[in-house]
Each structure stands twice: as C-alpha cells, then as structure tokens.
C-alpha cells in the first residue's frame, strides 16, 4: 500500500506538471481557461490531487497509519479511487464540452459518487487514528500517548 500511494502522489505531481507546461501553449491556455471543467479539475489536481496524496504517503511513511489493518487499507482505497475519479470525470467532461459533445448524461451524479469516496475514506482514516490513539492511551497512559512513544 505504501508503494501504490507514493506512485499515486508522484502521478499527480508528474499531472501538475505537465498541465502546467502545456497551459504555456496559447492555444491550450484559452481552452483551459474558458472551460470551467478543465479549471476546476486543475485545482483539484494541485489540491486534492497532489497535497492529499503527498500528506497521506507522508503518513503511511512515518507509520501514523497502520497499512497492515484492512480498514485503513480500505480507506485509503476509497480516498485513491475517490481523487483519481473525480480527476477523470472533472477532465473528461471538460474534454467532451471542447469536442462539442456536451454534458456526459449523469455527470454530476457520478461527481457525487466519486468524490463522496474522499470523504467516507478520510472518515474511516480518522476513526481509525482514534482507535489507535485510545489503545496506545490505555496501555501507556495518556500523556505518553501524546508524546508518541511508539
């Protein structure tokens, strides 16, 4: 898990990039600019996108999230396939408006499908840090929980 949320974090650094090199070309920095999709997807690159997977590969790296649990494995699932759906639906239907093929029908409900994963798996991500703040309270005491003498 830990490898597949650095490489997911280094995608996203690497998209950034890259859209940004190519909003250098006149042509292509009109039609990102004038399309709100494609504006909104760039965004939620720079802030979902690429600062969420950095922390969350921060986080697994230092060991605040236990990987070996199966909820936190899930959970970062959720919230990786949640940013990577957005992303493709957000570009996707910005694309399809700059072919001239209009709105994908239900793109808005599969937005909502797909971003309501960020938070579901954050949540569990929370849950799961509390869990584990309150073993670790009890077995140490609090104030040694604080501390982090794990």
Do not use: K
């Not at 986080?59 to 909820?71: F, G, K, M, S, Y």
């Not at 957000?90 to 239900?106: D, E, K, R, S, V």
């Amino acid at each position: 898990m830990v490898v597949v949320v650095l490489v997911v974090a280094r995608a996203m650094a690497l998209q950034e990039v890259l859209v940004q090199a190519a909003v250098a070309v006149p042509a292509v920095a009109v039609m990102a600019f004038t399309i709100r999709h494609y504006v909104m997807g760039f965004i939620h690159m720079n802030t979902l996108g690429t600062m969420t997977m950095l922390l969350l590969a921060y986080a697994v790296l230092h060991n605040w999230c236990d990987t070996r649990r199966a909820v936190v494995r899930i959970a970062l699932g959720l919230v990786i396939t949640g940013i990577i759906g957005s992303e493709l639906l957000l570009f996707g239907q910005g694309t399809a408006f700059w072919a001239g093929w209009g709105l994908i029908p239900g793109h808005y409900w599969h937005l909502v499908i797909a971003s309501s994963l960020i938070p579901l798996g954050t949540g569990m991500l929370l849950v799961q840090a509390l869990v584990r703040f309150r073993s670790s309270s009890v077995r140490s005491g609090p104030a040694q929980a604080i501390v982090g003498a794990d």
